[in-house]
Nanobody
Framework: VQLQASGGGLVQAGGSLRLSCVGS????????MGWFRQAPGKEREFVAA????????RASDSVKGRFTISRDNAKNTVYLQMSSLKPWDTAVYYC???????????????????WGQGTLVTVSS
């Protein structure tokens, strides 16, 4: 499965952005999806995840209440709606596919197989 992330850019603090991640293949809707991010000089961290059917989501404490993950399986796409952006949200954001089919949601990076190329989000103060 190939994943193509887009939607990053430069935004002022307090602004919003919506990231998209389009996957290839007919089995996209059978796998959970996640968003992760890596800020300069830091390790990649979990941001949000959605299960295969879109009925369950989870977000990290640092973005809870500001970011929303969703998916449209008919379009093979997962979204990350980001609002009230802070300068420390600046990072490269990656989408990834859970390797396990139709499984409970997970925040563990080791369980994600295919990764998108990343899209840069820069939040200015």
């Amino acid at each position: 499965v190939q994943l193509q992330a887009s939607g990053g850019g430069l935004v002022q603090a307090g602004g919003s952005l919506r990231l998209s991640c389009v996957g290839s293949g007919r089995t996209f809707g059978s796998y959970g999806m996640g968003w992760f991010r890596q800020a300069p000089g830091k390790e990649r961290e979990f941001v949000a995840a959605v299960n295969w059917s879109g009925t369950t989501t989870r977000a990290s404490d640092s973005v809870k209440g500001r970011f929303t993950i969703s998916r449209d399986n008919a379009k093979n796409t997962v979204y990350l709606q980001m609002s009230s952006l802070k300068p420390w949200d600046t990072a490269v954001y990656y989408c990834a596919k859970d390797q396990r089919q139709r499984s409970p949601i997970t925040i563990l990076q080791s369980l994600y197989g295919d990764w998108g190329q990343g899209t840069l989000v820069t939040v200015s103060s």
